[in-house]
Structures are given as structure tokens and as C-alpha cells.
């Protein structure tokens, strides 16, 4: 974070050059639930063009709750009450005649399924899915690579493979290691395929968990006239001798009678299967709803209704949450 | 014979040539003044210049050019420019020239429309066909906010960060001047445009 800050001041304080763009976003978030857990969070973003195709942006996070007994609030970033650097990248991104190619370098989220921030915090929602909380044995939208990555395709169609080694936070951190991930994505009329592998290393202890963690999954985006439906279905071994299986589907609606409300309903499900007594299943569902209060203020409510053996301290649970969010722009781009 | 021949054929190329530099003369004249037909100024808000006004004239006769295609743009988490200003029925084209989906929508007053996901490298765009304003936001990014004026009018514009602004096509007269800034801050006024002079608009 320290990084972060020094960057950041010698931008603004240099100046930006002609034809470079520089925008900071801050983002700050509070918000409590029924399970008797409080929480807040501010986020960074300085993102800019230093060239014409060469991007950058570097992301960085405080947060903290007053309980970690459960995954409400845990989508966006970390809560371990520490700042934390969450992205630092550059990008280059061309398209020869129709094509499309980016290679990008530096820290960024694992590159499997629906990943970038923007669909992990989606619209103010609490909650992440289960297949992407970190101690669910799965996947965590905490995973970040220290690697390269490489698009090539066509704006419909691309295929991305990244290689990297782990750089976690929150609290399911991997054990040192290389990780390669290979997406591919298409797009015909509305909807939106994607299919993805991840061979990394577990996030637990070598002791506990032997071998490589592998997944695969495919994940689907479909909408009209305001409606989304989106979905992602993962699985593969948390570690030798093990496995998990789960996904999540989610109905998000936003249509012009509903002024400034966007609404969400998600069912979904994990098992992890091992040996007794540490299998666990677990399904739930979620309703919710985000509104927009003014500007780029935001409240958030849901409730989860969930049964399983992962942890919640009540099987239903109401949350409700309040998202402020700025952003400078210091020069647009020409 | 081939003497007399000569001598007309001699005088036709002379009228031909006179007559051709005097057009042409004509031309770059009406071209230089087609040029000059410009208003120029500087929109002020409270004394101070302000950027990302929308001013639009009335009761120019002038000819307008036809309805070109105009670009708001997704760049940065961010649409380019803030605040766009088009003739009702000018298509405006929205790339995605981001690193991530973007879901552009507008559901309040003017243009009402959801363009869905997109990905990157792709191009979907509204025809804003009605005069009336639309704001633009993406369902996906809070930040992201823009606004599009739509207005009955060829001769519009929106001032510049040092709040300057110029509009073509606007021979000397006297106008009836319109203005809008986001806030839904309106203004009117007339203005007289005497070819050179600048002019100063805008709020007390």
C-alpha cells in the first residue's frame, strides 16, 4: 500500500503527460447483518493510459469486520483489518485488423471464470458465491498471480492463458508454487460462454493436503431487455484425494419500471467430498436488491436462506449494506 | 484561314481562362467566408469559465450539414466525453474499448434503452431521435455516468475545460441561444454574431 500511495503521489504530483489519462477511484462500503457481524471497507483504484493501448491500474484495499465466523461481506476484498495491494498491472492491448490481442504483466486476479472485480462486487451484492469464498474448498476470489497473461482471439471469441505464482489474500492463501490457467470465451447474439481450467497449488497446509489443486468449469452470461442470468459451474480437487463440486445461478433484473432498483435471486450449491467427517455440502439461496440513493450512492439488502454444514451462524440471514463511490479524473484521454 | 482559326480559338481559351480564375476566385471567396461563418465564445458560470456546457443556436438558416455518426466511448471504467451533444436523429456509436464487459443503459428522461453485456472490441449504438436528455450510466460500474442532450438544432456544442466553444456554420445575425449544464441548469438568452467578435454566455 505504501507502493500504492508513493505512486499515486508522484502522478498527481508530476503531472499528467500529454496524451496519458489518469482517473483514481475510491470506493467506501459499510454494512451489517443479522448474524451480529458489522463490517467496513474502502477501496482504491488509480488506472490511467500511458500510451494508446498501454494501460495500467493498481488496486488496493482496507478492510475489517467485527466477526470472521462467516463469508457475509467477503466478495470485493479482504477484511483482515490491513491494507492490502490487490492489482498492479500493465496491460497492452491491440487489435490487428479484427483481431484482438492484450498480453499483461504484474498482479492480477486468477483469470478463472466470471473474475474481474467488477462481477465479484457485483452492484453492492454481500455475499460471494460459495464456490468462491476461500475456505470452501474451492476457489477464492482472493487467488492473485504474480505472472503473465495473454489474450488471443477475436472480440467474439478469445482464448486467454495465464502463468503465474500465487499472491493471495484473505484467508485462504496457497502455498508457494507455479499456477496456469487457460480461459476460453464466446459470445453469440446475448450469451456469453466461457470455459476455464486452473491447475495450482491448495491453500492448505502440505501435511493436510497433498498434491495439486485442479479445477475446471464453464460459465455462462445471457441478457435481454434488462435481464441477466449468469452462472458459473466448477469441478475438480481441492487436493489428491479429494473433490468439489458446486456452482450458482443468478436472475439479476433491472428494468426501466424499476427506476433505480436492481434485483437478484441466486440458488446455489457445494459439496466437497472426503473422507468422514470432513465432507461438507451446503446449499443456499439469496434474494436481494440494490439502490441507487443518489449518484454513485448505493444501499444494498438481501437475505440468504442456506442449510448445510458451512458455517453460518443463523440458516437465515439478513443483510443490508450502504456503497459510496468517487472518482477524479486528472485528464481525460484524447 | 488557319490564321483566323487561331485568332478565335485563341480568344475561346482566353474567355475560358478568365472566366475559370474568376469561379474559382468566386469559390475560394464563398469558401473563405463559409469559414468565417463561426460563433465563438466562452460559457461563464458565476464569472468563472465552464467546461462541459451544451449550447445550441436557433433560427440559423443556414444549410446544416447532414447527420454524421458520433462516438461515446468506454474507456478507463469511464465514458468518454462526460457530456455529448447531438441533433435528435444522430446515431451515436458506444464501443467497448475497455478491458471488461460493460452494460450501458438509460432509463430515465430522453432515450430509453439497455444495450446489454458487451464484450471488449465490440460496438453497439442508440439513435437518440428525439430532442431530450438521457443519462447514461453502466449497470456493472457506479462510476460510470454520462450524459447525452439530444436537441432540435444542427448548430450545437459543448465548451471545452477552459469553458471556449465554437460553432460552424453560423453566418452574422442575431440568435437565440440556448444552454445547459448538468445539474439540469438551463439558460437562454439572444446573441448578435459579428464575424471575428467572440461572445460570452452563460449564468450570473
Redesign the interface.
Known amino acids: 500500500m505504501r507502493g500504492l500511495a508513493a505512486l499515486t503521489a508522484c502522478w498527481l504530483h508530476a503531472g499528467v503527460a500529454s496524451g496519458q489519462?489518469l482517473?483514481v477511484?475510491v470506493t467506501q462500503s459499510v454494512g451489517t447483518s443479522s448474524e451480529s457481524i458489522s463490517a467496513a471497507g474502502t477501496q482504491i483504484r488509480v488506472?490511467?493510459?500511458a500510451l494508446p493501448g498501454l494501460?495500467w491500474n493498481v488496486e488496493g484495499a482496507w478492510a475489517t469486520r467485527s466477526r470472521d465466523e462467516s463469508d457475509v461481506f467477503g466478495t470485493a476484498y479482504p477484511y483482515e483489518g490491513r491494507a492490502e495491494l490487490m492489482e498492479a498491472y500493465g496491460?497492452y492491448?491491440f487489435?490487428p485488423g479484427r483481431g484482438?490481442r492484450?498480453i499483461k504483466g504484474g498482479r492480477y486476479r486468477t483469470p478463472f471464470g466470471i473474475s474481474?472485480a467488477?462481477?465479484h462486487a457485483?452492484?453492492g451484492f454481500l455475499r460471494p458465491p460459495l464456490i468462491r469464498y476461500g475456505e470452501y474448498y474451492a476457489l477464492s476470489s482472493g487467488y492473485l498471480e504474480h505472472g503473465l497473461d495473454v489474450v488471443v482471439g477475436?472480440?467474439?471469441l478469445s482464448v486467454e492463458a495465464s502463468v503465474g505464482v500465487s499472491a493471495d489474500v484473505g484467508p485462504a492463501i496457497r502455498r508457494p508454487g507455479v499456477n496456469t490457467v487457460v480461459r476460453a470465451?464466446g459470445?453469440a447474439g446475448?450469451l456469453?460462454l466461457g470455459a476455464s481450467f486452473v491447475d495450482t497449488t491448495p491453500y492448505m497446509p502440505e501435511r493436510f493436503a497433498r498434491g495439486r489443486s485442479r479445477f475446471g468449469g464453464v460459465d455462462a452470461?445471457w441478457?435481454?431487455?434488462?435481464v441477466?442470468v449468469r452462472g458459473e459451474w466448477l469441478g475438480g480437487q481441492p487436493f489428491d484425494g479429494t473433490s468439489t463440486t458446486g456452482g450458482y445461478a443468478d436472475l439479476i433484473v433491472?428494468r426501466?419500471v424499476m427506476?433505480p432498483v436492481?434485483a437478484l435471486v441466486r440458488a446455489e450449491r457445494l459439496a466437497y467430498d472426503a473422507a468422514p467427517p470432513r465432507a461438507l455440502y451446503s446449499h443456499r439461496y439469496s434474494a436481494g436488491a440494490r439502490i441507487?440513493l443518489w449518484?454513485?450512492v448505493?444501499a444494498s439488502v438481501g437475505i440468504a436462506h442456506q442449510a448445510g454444514q458451512i458455517t453460518q451462524r443463523r440458516r437465515t440471514a439478513f443483510d443490508v449494506g450502504l456503497?459510496g463511490?468517487?472518482?477524479q479524473?486528472y485528464r481525460?484521454?484524447p | 484561314m488557319i490564321s483566323v482559326l487561331s485568332r478565335h480559338t485563341t480568344a475561346r481559351i482566353f474567355t475560358a481562362v478568365v472566366t475559370g480564375v474568376a469561379l474559382l476566385a468566386g469559390v475560394a471567396a464563398a469558401s473563405a467566408r463559409a469559414a468565417d461563418d463561426e460563433v465563438s465564445g466562452v460559457v461563464r458560470v458565476g464569472g468563472r469559465s465552464q467546461k462541459d456546457v451544451v449550447v445550441w443556436l436557433e433560427g440559423v438558416t443556414a444549410t446544416p450539414p447532414p447527420a454524421q455518426d458520433v462516438v461515446l466511448d468506454q474507456r478507463n471504467l469511464q465514458f468518454l466525453p462526460h457530456v455529448l451533444a447531438v441533433r435528435a436523429g444522430t446515431r451515436v456509436r458506444m464501443p467497448n474499448s475497455d478491458r471488461v464487459f460493460h452494460n450501458v443503459f438509460s432509463f430515465h428522461d430522453g432515450k430509453r434503452f439497455d444495450l446489454g453485456l458487451y464484450p471488449v472490441g465490440t460496438t453497439k449504438a442508440v439513435t437518440f431521435d428525439r430532442p431530450g436528455l438521457s443519462r447514461i450510466f453502466c449497470n456493472i460500474h457506479p462510476n460510470m455516468a454520462a450524459y447525452v442532450l439530444a436537441v432540435d438544432s444542427a448548430h450545437v456544442t459543448v465548451s471545452d475545460r477552459d469553458g471556449r466553444f465554437a460553432i460552424a456554420g453560423v453566418p452574422p445575425g442575431t440568435y437565440t441561444w440556448h444552454a445547459w449544464r448538468p445539474g439540469n441548469h438551463t439558460a437562454t438568452g439572444r446573441m448578435t454574431v459579428e464575424r471575428g467578435r467572440p461572445v460570452e454566455i452563460g449564468w450570473p
Open positions: 489519462s482517473g477511484e488506472l490511467g493510459e494501460r496491460e492491448h487489435a484482438l492484450a474481474s467488477s462481477d457485483y452492484i477475436v472480440p467474439r470465451e459470445m446475448a456469453i452470461r441478457m435481454k431487455g434488462g441477466l433491472h426501466p427506476g436492481t441507487r449518484k454513485t448505493a456503497t463511490s468517487f472518482r479524473d481525460a484521454h
